[in-house]
């Protein structure tokens, strides 16, 4: 049965989506590098209607001291949505999405960050939604990658990070906000393109096998796409080849 409010199809007769984009195309990306002053590494995403700001603090000495590690860097990472960045306003401060989303995102940069250059030091890592519409956990880990590299911590590679699933039974690439709500599946996944490597990869929903294999591939299509957005950010800022 179809949920109240649904529209009758996401895909049209010419194959398209209701935003003009064929089942494999991202939506567009704007990066930006280096835009707080105060951070040691920022950078801001604009990918569709998501408008997401990243900040990154540290290397530094840890505090307090007991969540010292003697052998590498605590990294942690705080996902905020502000209460202005939905239609309906929502209440500050952390709630269990929240909580989980930073939790998965920490985890898909602690296996790119080299942690063990930083014995008993603290990387802090914040990403801020200001405006939302699907995919913010992934939009902001992509993000969050590029203020890593602006404030100078060594890695294995940047994380790209796209979200796919399945919309009037059809896979599709970089859900919007009426795709997420009234499609069959979600899912966010999170890679180092250079390195083949995925760092995150969740599912909300159900696909076949077939469909999965499919699925994954797109993603890894879409992080490249990515990937490449990235590096010319990089570029602009810094220059080089």
Do not use: W
């Not at 984009?21 to 835009?35: F, Y």
């Amino acid at each position: 049965m179809a949920k109240v409010g649904a529209p009758e199809k996401l895909i049209t007769k010419d194959g398209l989506r209701l935003d003009g984009r064929r089942l494999d195309e991202p939506r567009p990306v704007k990066l930006e590098v280096g835009i707080l002053k105060r951070a040691d590494g920022s950078a801001y995403i604009e990918q569709g209607r998501n408008k997401i700001l990243a900040a990154v603090y540290g290397p530094r000495e840890l505090h307090p001291r007991h969540l010292q590690k003697p052998d590498t860097a605590l990294v942690r990472c705080r996902y905020n949505m502000s209460p202005f960045s939905v239609p309906e306003r929502r209440r500050p401060g952390p709630d269990r999405r929240t909580i989980e989303i930073s939790k998965v995102a920490r985890e898909a940069f602690e296996q790119a960050i080299f942690a063990e250059h930083y014995p008993r030091a603290g990387i802090d890592i914040f990403i801020e939604v200001l405006e939302a519409d699907a995919g913010t956990r992934c939009a902001g880990i992509t993000a969050a990658s590029l203020a890593l590299a602006d404030a100078g911590i060594p890695m294995k590679d940047l994380v790209s990070a796209i979200a796919v699933g399945k919309i009037d039974g059809q896979v599709v690439l970089d859900l919007t906000g009426i795709e997420d709500n009234y499609g069959q599946t979600d899912m966010p996944v999170a890679m180092m393109p250079r390195r083949n490597e995925i760092t995150l990869l969740q599912m909300d929903g159900h696909f076949t096998s077939e469909e999965f294999e499919q699925a994954l591939e797109l993603a890894i299509k879409g992080c490249k796409i990515l990937y490449e957005k990235q590096r010319e950010a990089l570029k602009t800022k810094y220059g080089g080849p």
